[in-house]
């Protein structure tokens, strides 16, 4: 029997051709929360698979299930699922990724009436394509206003993941929900000025897994886009905390220069490539060479090459 006076929280999984992969572990991971007082909607993506059949397996009231006359892409039909949700809060998670059966209960119990914070966040794991972990980071910003936090983000002291963040379900959907200028980092935008607006609760043990695989979004985008989209979300970031503006984007241009020149080092020809890694370099005013970012490539693989052959010995 649940508790009336307890808040509803929203669940809401968007979902494409993932039925015979992460899709039912993505949905045994909400359905098994301790914290019951749940709604689940499930948003099919037009899928050409069995997605209905798995979603109608679990036989659970509290799933509800859409499914897409097209394929909208893929943060439309997040934000779809935002639409249809009535919690006080809102949970995105993605298909292939998983919280902890006490993700939502844990975040719950830090929220002290009457405060309604613009996000909650616990740390996150990275897990690979068969649920192994790659690395796990606390949330260890605690307390930090909001410039510093995003310093911190910038230091990799924070993980900051769809999976592991709790939004104001009435302040998203009066944001417009989860946007930005070419939606690469839609929901960092999105958690940057919730957060700054309405506040935020930090939630320091690790409580979700954001999985890492071949099929991951991002890694097929073009560069250009996570460029403007990167330098959008600086402005962003900096109009957040304009009294740190000057550190935020001193901070914040080597980061996403880096960021970006992981995807330029996928260009397979060495011409495009290198034009690439000129243009990356001039959008984020010259802030970090990209010199210097094939080096520091090259000594980690001969650290990882030297790792896994002293692991093998």
């Known amino acids: 029997m649940v508790d009336r006076g307890v808040p509803l929280v929203s669940i809401g999984i968007p979902t494409y051709n993932r039925a015979n992969s992460y899709l039912k572990q993505a949905l045994h991971s909400a359905v098994n929360q301790t914290y019951k007082n749940i709604e689940i909607i499930v948003s099919d993506n037009c899928s050409s698979d069995d997605t209905e059949s798995v979603v109608r397996e679990f036989h659970d009231p509290r799933i509800r299930y859409y499914r897409q006359n097209k394929n909208i892409g893929a943060v439309p039909n997040c934000n779809f699922c935002l639409e249809q949700s009535q919690g006080k809060y809102f949970l995105a998670l993605y298909d292939d990724d998983l919280i902890d059966d006490d993700f939502i209960s844990t975040c719950m119990e830090t929220v002290q009436p009457p405060g ?65 200028k070419t939606n690469m980092y839609e929901d960092v935008v999105a958690f940057v000025q919730l957060a700054a607006r309405y506040g935020r609760v930090d939630v320091i043990d690790v409580k979700a897994s954001f999985r890492r695989h071949d099929s991951n979004m991002g890694k097929t985008v073009p560069y250009r886009a996570w460029s403007e989209d990167a330098r959008y979300l600086l402005d962003i970031m900096c109009e957040a905390a304009p009294e740190q503006a000057a550190v935020i984007k001193q901070k914040g241009l080597p980061y996403f220069s880096s960021k970006v020149y992981r995807h330029v080092a996928r260009i397979k020809s060495p011409l495009e490539r290198f034009a690439a890694y000129l243009t990356v370099y001039r959008t984020f005013d010259c802030s970090y060479s990209p010199w210097k970012f094939i080096y520091a490539q090259n000594v980690r693989r001969v650290m990882n090459f030297v790792k896994r052959q002293r692991a093998s010995v």
Do not use: M, Q
């Open 116 to 180: 309604e914070p613009g996000v909650i966040f616990t740390g996150a794991r990275e897990i690979d394509s068969e649920g192994n972990v790659l690395s796990s980071s606390h949330n260890t910003v605690s307390g930090y206003s909001t410039a510093d936090f995003i310093v911190g983000w910038f230091d990799r002291k924070v993980p900051l993941y769809l999976c592991s963040t709790l939004f104001n379900t009435k302040r998203l959907k009066e944001f417009g929900g989860f946007h930005s």
